[in-house]
């Protein structure tokens, strides 16, 4: 707040229903996962193949994720406090960047074991039953419709933790996919394309870890969120607005937070210099769909 006047003001939140909608969605894409991992072990015991060994280990992460996304949800739905003015909703955020950490375990573990199978030359039997690959295409069909939801929910909710959450599902389909077509070459004599699919599932893996890494760190280190110039344009169409500068934003879309200054005239009492302001944030707020505005005023001139 300028010294040179006691005017702010501050948009609406979102609406409250939000974090409880997305904790919903997280308990239903946790169920689903539980039933395609079962299907996935089931392909297992059939077939005996190291990309599908992979493919439940990256499956059970994505239930574990689940878990792990529901506690985080739950903590970035607190209110703000004292030691959080801001609200606790980066904790969605920096939950997303966790998952990083579990995929590249999991890259590391798979390529291991890959290179190990290539190196030795073994494979899975190429009696591999034809249920095993009726069931596998099931699973890659449900993983790719949990996928679309979980991300046009996140989409509509605005929610870092469902996007990342439906990008590891994506994934998860195309690793699914992979492994498919690796039980299909072992079936048809050419048990080295299991391996081969093993790799191809951790670099899948390795780029949805990477596409995570780049939507959540310009949120967690404050990167600008919006251009000033958009801002100061949208602030000038307030009439008795002068100037706009000292233009910040920071957040992600659904969350973010903008702060600047505007002029008026300097004969302007108080009064009429806070409706100003008003007017300002609100378009500013409802323009960007901004969850904090705040507008300091300064004489022109």
Same mark, same amino acid.
């Given at each position: 707040m300028s010294a040179a006047s006691n005017v702010e003001g501050r948009s609406a939140g979102p609406p409250r229903d939000r974090a409880e909608r997305v904790r919903r969605v997280l308990r239903s894409v946790l169920w689903l996962n539980i039933g395609v991992l079962v299907v996935k072990? $089931?392909?297992w015991g059939l077939a005996h193949a190291l990309s599908v060994v992979a493919e439940i280990f990256h499956s059970s992460l994505d239930a574990t994720n689940n878990i792990f996304a529901l506690a985080l949800a739950r903590l970035a739905a607190l209110e703000p406090d004292e030691d959080h003015p801001y609200g606790h909703h980066k904790f969605e955020t920096l939950g997303a960047l966790a998952l990083v950490g579990v995929l590249s375990v999991t890259v590391f573990e798979l390529v291991q074991q890959a290179i190990i199978r290539l190196m030795s030359g073994q494979g899975p039997s190429a009696d591999v039953p034809g249920i095993a690959i009726a069931l596998m295409s099931f699973s890659a069909v449900a993983g790719f419709a949990i996928a679309r939801y979980e991300a046009r929910v996140g989409r509509r909710l605005a929610s870092d933790l469902l996007l990342a959450d439906a990008a590891h599902t994506r994934s998860? +389909?195309? $690793?699914t996919v992979a492994v498919l077509a690796g039980l299909v070459a072992t079936r048809f004599g050419y048990p080295i394309a299991d391996?081969? *699919?093993t790799i191809l599932v951790a670099s899948i893996i390795a780029l949805t870890g990477w596409q995570i890494v780049r939507e959540t760190v310009p949120v967690? +280190?404050?990167s600008? *969120? +919006?251009d !000033?110039?958009?801002i100061e344009t949208l602030a000038m169409t307030v009439h008795g607005v002068r100037s706009a500068y000292g233009i910040r934003s920071r957040g992600r879309r659904g969350d973010r937070f903008a702060e600047l200054t505007i002029a008026v005239d300097r004969d302007l009492d108080v009064q009429r210099a806070h409706e100003i302001a008003d007017e300002a944030e609100r378009r500013i707020a409802e323009a960007l769909g901004a969850r904090e505005v705040v507008v300091h005023?300064? !004489?022109w001139g």
């Open positions: 072990i $089931t392909v998860d +389909v195309l $690793t391996p081969v *699919a967690l +280190v404050d600008r *969120a +919006v !000033p110039g958009r005023v300064e !004489p």
